[in-house]
């Protein structure tokens, strides 16, 4: 996993039960909305986070949002 790979994942997971879309989720982390997209896909094909259609917990727009996976871990 690359490290931004691993920064999007434990940021997921520290902000857990609130969900961010994609937009949220990267300017909390000061980067590229296509950035997290990017390193996201990875860690979604692990098994460490999970696509789902949510209400963001910040902008309140309904969309894609990144929830923690359902593997035990994301390593």
């Known amino acids: ?11 997921v997971g520290q902000n857990s039960p609130h969900l961010y879309c ?11 909305e296509h950035d997290v997209r990017a390193a996201a896909l990875g860690v979604i094909m692990r098994g460490g986070l999970q696509l789902v259609h949510r209400v963001c917990s910040r902008c309140h727009r ?14």
């Open 1 to 11: 996993m690359t490290p931004l790979a691993q920064r999007i994942a434990d940021a």
């Open 22 to 32: 994609f937009a949220c989720l990267a300017a909390q982390q000061g980067i590229k």
């Open 62 to 75: 309904s969309g894609e949002a990144l929830a923690p996976g359902t593997s035990a871990s994301v390593g």
